[in-house]
Structure formats: C-alpha cells, structure tokens
C-alpha cells in the first residue's frame, strides 16, 4: 500500500467493525511491523519494552473474556470522567459518540475473535512513581506501539489502541506469564481491514489543541 507520509499520519483510525474476523493473520507480516517499532525512541536507549503477541485462539477467547469485563466495568465506573455519555447538546457530536459507543460495544463482543492481539509491555512499573519516571517509562513503548500500528496500516492491516483489558491486568499477565514487574499498556487488536480507504478523523480547532508560549 502506497501512501504519502501525511495520509498515513492522518488516516491511522481505530479500526473495531471493519476487522476482518475470518483473514489469517501471517506472523511474518507481524514481524515486520514490529521490526520497525523497535526503531522507536526509548527513554535512555534502554530499550526496557517488550511485545506480546497472541494468536493461540485459547488464549484470544481468554483475554476476550477478561475484555468484555472491563467493558462493564467501564461503563459502570467509567475512567475518569471517560465513560461514553450522550448528549443532544450537541446533536452532531452526539451522533458521533453514539457511533463510537456502539463500535467499542461490538469490539468488546467480538474481541475474541480478532486474529491477533498486540499487548505492549514495559518496566518498570509506574505505580506510586514519580511523574518523570512515569513519562520516561511511557514514552518508552507508546511510541513503539504507534509505530507498530502505522506500520500496520502500510500493509492493509486495521489496528486500535485499547486499554480496557487492563481492569483484570493481573489476571492476563498470569494468562499470558507476564512477568510481575512488567506493566501492560494497552491491547492493539490487529487484523486484515476491510473494505477500502480510511478518512481523517473529526478533531478540534487547532486553536483549542495548541498553545504558544503559555497556556
């Protein structure tokens, strides 16, 4: 697939309802994107993130299971002030969030049946960590995790950065033997995209996402 750089930048969507369920996912084509994720920066060329890649259909109903809980969960306590709400305030953004509500419901449904799952992991774990050390720490695998997954737009491959799963993290790290002082970030589901073409996505003025000098 050939693409500008800024159509690549601009049309990495999080892909739910158009995962191709049914396509094989080859380990080769995994591979090479993660080939050229390790390439990301990493907070003192520590290099400290490791990739847990799941194909074995066991394993995939098992954190499918672990999913669909935190999706209940999400919706009961939410995270943050981030549990999906409806508003007619705004009647397009509203239709808007319906429409991503209803595609996270049928990711949460459907996860299992995803073909690969990519679980991002790092150390050391943040918990009670200074801010500094929690952004060195971040910023040493989310950028390899956004890498992954424009990689994995080159090749026709439909990804989405997911965090729910992370509700029962203990629970999937004894699942998938995930070392104790390895922290999970997130779950990227990746499968084969169907249908054609990705479109920017709705965002604010650029006057409300930037600030020069000051707030």
């Not at 990711?107 to 073909?115: G, S, W, Y």
């Not at 629970?171 to 084969?192: C, F, N, R, S, W």
Request: proline share 7%.
């Amino acid at each position: 697939m050939t693409m500008t750089t800024d159509e690549l930048l601009t049309t990495t969507r999080a892909v739910r309802k158009r995962l191709d369920m049914d396509r094989p996912v080859s380990r080769e084509l995994v591979d090479e994107c993660l080939t050229l994720a390790q390439q990301a920066p990493t907070g003192g060329n520590r290099q400290t993130a490791v990739f847990v890649v799941v194909d074995d259909p066991q394993r995939r109903a098992a954190l499918g299971e672990l999913y669909r809980a935190g999706w209940d969960q999400y919706l009961v306590e939410g995270v943050g002030s981030g549990a999906p709400q409806h508003t007619d305030a705004d009647p397009v953004a509203s239709r808007r969030q319906r429409r991503i509500t209803d595609s996270a419901r049928y990711l949460a449904d459907n996860l299992h049946r995803v073909p690969v799952h990519v679980i991002p992991c790092v150390r050391p774990r943040t918990e009670d960590a200074p801010v500094t050390v929690q952004a060195s720490t971040f910023g040493s695998v989310l950028p390899a995790a956004w890498s992954f997954m424009l990689a994995a737009r080159t090749r026709g491959l439909g990804t989405v950065f997911t965090t729910l799963h992370l509700f029962h993290e203990a629970e999937a790290a004894k699942l998938l033997g995930i070392p104790d002082h390895y922290m999970q970030v997130g779950l990227i589901p990746t499968a084969h995209l169907r249908g054609d073409g990705l479109s920017p996505g709705p965002r604010r003025l650029l006057d409300e996402f930037r600030r020069w000098n000051a707030w």
